[in-house]
């Protein structure tokens, strides 16, 4: 088929911070390596200020921009709405563009609370029975060397699964002089390392496993209680320009001493910092998950290990391309974990990129969701993971929540999961 002749889908994209510019990123790119049954049409990008998102647009490829997202829904050349703002908008921008009959993407976690995401859900339904499909942003099901454990365990290679493994850590809220943000206020991003990045790795299990979670028992500490209300040079210290935080830094970094002023404004942090949760999958197994944004020298350090009767497969994102697989079915004499480099054509959406061992990055996930969200929408299909998925996640998170107010009570999880 000629690209001309391919139905457009004209594209809007709510939000241009990090997940933004991400996301603009896979939209460009997306039909220029992977043959796509739909062209994708970044028509506009929609932020509160019109000069920073006239910018953005400029910056990240869009055609245009805009300040209502709500004037947005009503165009007819926009087919989809891409949703990248903090968590406590999700619901409402997300139900308003599936009863506008947009196609929906939303970033992960899919909502703050239980009863947002069971709206969503309902809404998603709703639309599907309309040709309206909606996924939600779990990118890491697309990371090729995870797709590929997941392949391997879905063929029995492990056999049974028995025991989950997985902790994601990062650092860039170790150091307590970095400035509040978003991410930090639970009125706005409804928990902290938590739903930040503990959801990726409740997600992952789910996707890896192909099970869902039965009851969980749960910690959440907030081990940095108040931070500066706004970043300043006067004060010393490492600084917090990366992921999540207002963009300024605090300081010249470890080893600097500056002189801080008298008094630093600051402001109460209402979200954790660190998640500690023991749980179980409707097998019985058994899953241990830590998620921390306190773990020096930690960047992105997704890791997660499925052991099973008969072997097991482990991963760490910080060495993204790389899968380990471990058949213990060998003899003992020459057994060990075999290392997979996960870049050969034969390994999940590898064919389109670069020849084996040039590896690829944090970016291309996003083009694989991509990739996968619009030929699913082609084929008339919800691509996973669904809303439904995103459901179960937000209520694995909850009850996580639950337990740690209560001493840590088990509690289990009513999946309303779609029959």
């Known amino acids: 088929m000629v690209e001309r002749d391919k139905p457009r889908l ?42 920073r998102s006239k910018q953005a647009a400029q910056r990240l490829g869009w055609v245009e921009s805009a300040t209502d997202w709500r004037r947005v829904l009503e165009r007819k050349d926009v087919d989809l709405v891409d949703i990248c703002t903090p968590g406590d908008t999700h ?54 060397a995870l797709k590929l454990a997941q392949e391997l365990i879905s063929e029995g290679r492990i056999g049974e699964v028995r025991q989950v493994r997985a902790q994601y850590l990062q650092d860039w809220l ?22 930040d990045i503990g959801a990726h790795i409740v997600d992952l299990t789910c996707f890896l496993t192909g099970q869902r979670f039965a009851g969980v028992s749960g910690m959440l500490d ?11 040079a006067a004060v010393g210290g490492i600084g917090s320009a990366g992921i999540g935080s207002s963009g300024g830094t605090l300081g010249g970094g470890l080893g600097t001493t500056v002189e801080a002023p ?13 998640a500690l949760i023991t749980a179980r999958l409707s097998s019985g197994a058994p899953v241990i998950l830590e998620a921390s944004r306190f773990a020096w020298g930690r960047k ?12 097991a497969v ?43 061992g040039h590896g690829l990055g944090y970016e291309h996930g996003f083009t694989h969701q991509v990739v996968d969200l619009v030929r699913g929408i082609a084929a008339g299909e919800d691509p996973r993971p669904s809303f439904e998925d995103g459901l ?28």
């Open 314 to 356: 482990s991963f760490d994102f910080e060495d993204m391309n790389v899968l380990h697989y471990y058949d213990a079915t060998q003899p003992a004499r020459t057994s060990g974990f075999t290392r997979i480099l996960a870049t050969e054509p034969e390994h999940p959406y590898l064919e389109a990129w670069w020849p084996p």
């Open 262 to 274: 008298a008094t630093v404004e600051m402001g109460p942090v209402t979200v954790d910092d660190a």
């Open 91 to 144: 619901a409402e921008i997300a139900e308003a563009a599936l009863a506008a009959g947009k196609h929906v993407l939303v970033e992960k976690p899919m909502a703050n609370s239980v009863a947002e995401a069971q709206r969503m859900t309902e809404a998603a339904a709703l639309a599907r029975a309309r040709g309206i499909h909606a996924m939600v942003g779990f990118t890491y099901r697309r990371v090729p």
């Open 222 to 232: 907030t081990l940095v209680a108040e931070r500066p209300l706004q970043a300043s």
């Open 300 to 311: 992105n350090a997704l890791r997660i290990e499925v052991s099973g009767s008969r072997g």
């Open 392 to 419: 179960h996640v937000q209520q694995v998170l909850e009850a996580i929540q639950h337990s740690s107010g209560a001493s840590h009570q088990w509690t289990e999880i009513h999946d309303q999961e779609r029959s």
């Open 174 to 195: 170790a150091d307590e002089t970095a400035p509040l943000s978003w991410r930090l206020d639970k009125t706005r991003a409804g928990s902290g390392a938590l739903g």
């Open 10 to 51: 004209g594209v809007a994209m709510i939000g241009h911070a990090f997940m933004g510019r991400v996301h603009s990123q896979a939209w460009r790119s997306a039909s220029r390596f992977f043959d796509l049954p739909m062209e994708p049409r970044m028509r506009v990008i929609v932020g509160r200020d019109a000069q």
